[in-house]
């Protein structure tokens, strides 16, 4: 069955950097898109990065120039790095197969890391 594994959450200090990993299996990973959204408590989720089967990126505007999504094909993960940290940042981040573009539609899920950005 198809599961995607979060990792690397945890607390950062304004403007500090934190690396999420998702470990996929289950399913081809190369010849999916993936995507990482997160939901802040009270609030609706948001998608924030996509990537394609081959590659290509999309951001939202909210993290754009701060986050980079990437993937190993050959270990069958996605990764988000993400820089220059903000309070507004933290939420619990999610892994996706599919949704690289804001309106696609993704079909799994992984449980969540929880990322904290505060002084």
């Known amino acids: 069955q198809v599961q995607l594994v979060e990792s690397g959450g945890g607390l950062a200090q304004p403007g500090g950097s934190l690396r999420l990993s998702c470990a996929a299996s289950?399913?081809?990973?190369?010849?999916?898109?993936m995507s990482w959204a997160r939901q802040a408590p009270g609030k609706v989720i948001e998608w924030v990065a996509g990537?394609?089967?081959?590659?290509?990126?999309f951001y939202s505007d909210s993290v754009k120039g701060r986050f980079t999504i990437s993937r190993d094909n050959a270990k069958d993960t996605l990764f988000l790095q993400m820089n220059n940290l903000k309070p507004e940042d933290t939420a619990m981040y999610y892994c996706?197969?599919?949704?690289?573009?804001?309106?696609?539609?993704?079909?799994?899920y992984g449980q969540g890391t929880q990322v904290t950005v505060s002084s």
């Open positions: 990537i394609t089967s081959h590659g290509g990126t």
């Open positions: 996706r197969r599919g949704g690289a573009a804001h309106s696609a539609t993704p079909d799994y």
């Open positions: 289950g399913f081809t990973f190369p010849s999916h898109a």
